[in-house]
């Protein structure tokens, strides 16, 4: 009997960033492999910081909602090619200090076996606005 392995699709790119809107890590790694890869957008790094195995990506998804609380990805575009995809997003949330972030960014996967065994993250870096002083 063989094994049917489901097609990644723009549609499953866009459950996975509903998930990112609902604050559901338990969605979201329904979607990784269990050898999954996150590269976050910072870190010491040329990578940003790579998280190795579910349990590692786990904890550094939901450390985002712990750093911003209201962490939303709007405007999302997707497209998938083979075992490869792309989603465009924008990206706003508050900080615990009050600052609000918003910012372009987008995820490179890499899929396998119907699951994402690499999300690379990127986002624009937007520069702290400067008040003029009169």
């Known amino acids: 009997m063989q ?36 590269e976050s957008s910072a870190g010491a790094e040329a990578c940003g910081t790579r998280y190795v195995g579910s349990e590692a990506v786990r904890a550094a998804f939901a450390e985002v909602w712990t750093v911003f609380s209201d962490a939303h990805w709007g405007n999302a575009r997707h497209f998938v090619h083979g075992d490869r995809g792309v989603s ?34 990127y986002r624009k870096n937007r520069l702290a606005a400067v008040q003029a002083t009169r």
């Open 3 to 38: 094994t049917v392995i489901p097609e990644v699709t723009t549609e499953f790119l866009q459950a996975f960033a509903d998930a990112w809107n609902r604050h559901d890590v338990d969605a979201l790694m329904s979607f990784m492999a269990e050898d999954c890869i996150f």
């Open 88 to 121: 465009e997003w924008t990206f706003t949330g508050t900080r615990a200090d009050g600052t609000r972030v918003e910012v372009e960014g987008c995820d490179l996967f890499t899929f396998s076996g119907g699951k994402i065994v690499l999300k690379n993250s």
